[in-house]
């Protein structure tokens, strides 16, 4: 068990970890306090999740582990607040970019964590890539089950980590553009928007979980629907023209370099 347990940031990605892992009893309320910057968002979350709540900083050596869940550009002011952390307390980053070299600098008696955890572990479908020194320790499996709480999580090197971070970190950010276009294409042909956009939400999770269940090369199964001289290919012939396979490979490949220039 991770023990009594601080978050530092509550926003949409820490409140979605701190929600999964208290549902589903990877982090107790009674031994769970939080750290937030207003009063209002403090007081709102202590009524919903029983934990307790702060908007300045806590006594640190109280604490077991804590959960960094704020954005790159605010951690190195809250590291500073954090020097006098305990030997050995269990540390977890979510800042995309910061490694974990950046962070053991910092704050060298602390048992670093790095998580890269995307937006849909707020509905218990997130994919987490973790990484560390002890992940594959009987802490490390402690630290996963924080993140198995609310999705799939992956178990890799920092430089993985970093690659997954540019593939399923932002990969949401990227799916809800092709949503949006895949609506925007239904309308165009004559569809109502709300059911551009559902059957176009409903095809893409229906795919989603073909690939997953069945285990198969998405090329396999692109072929299972794709009929010689058919209507989907002619469709993917199209979208293939128009350069929709090298744009989103270029698009991951700028998001990891922004990422890299990040951890500068």
Known sequence: MLGKTLCIGVGSMG??????????G??????????????????ALTEELGVVGFTTMP??????????????????????TLKEVPYGTVMISVA???TLDTLDAAIPQANWFRAMP????????????????DVHTDLGRDVQALFEAVGEVAVVSEADL??????SGAGPGYMFVILDALADA???IGLPRHLAIKAAAQTMYGAGKMALESGNHPAVLRDQVTSPGGTTIAGIGAMEKGGLRSALQDGV??????????GK
């Open 118 to 133: 995307n937006t849909p572990a707020s509905i218990g479908a997130g994919m987490t890539a973790l990484a560390g020194d």
């Open 59 to 80: 006594n640190v050596h109280e604490y077991n582990t804590i959960l960094l869940a704020v954005k790159p550009q605010v951690l190195p002011s809250v590291l500073e």
């Open 15 to 24: 409140g979605a970890l701190l929600r999964g892992a208290l549902q589903h």
């Open 186 to 188: 239904g309308v165009r």
């Open 96 to 98: 995309a970019g910061i």
């Open 26 to 43: 990877v982090l107790k309320a009674s031994d769970t306090h939080i750290l937030v910057r207003r009063e209002e968002q403090c007081k």
């Open 162 to 167: 970093d690659r997954l971070g540019a593939l």
């Open 253 to 262: 490949v700028a998001c990891l370099a922004r990422s890299n220039e990040l």
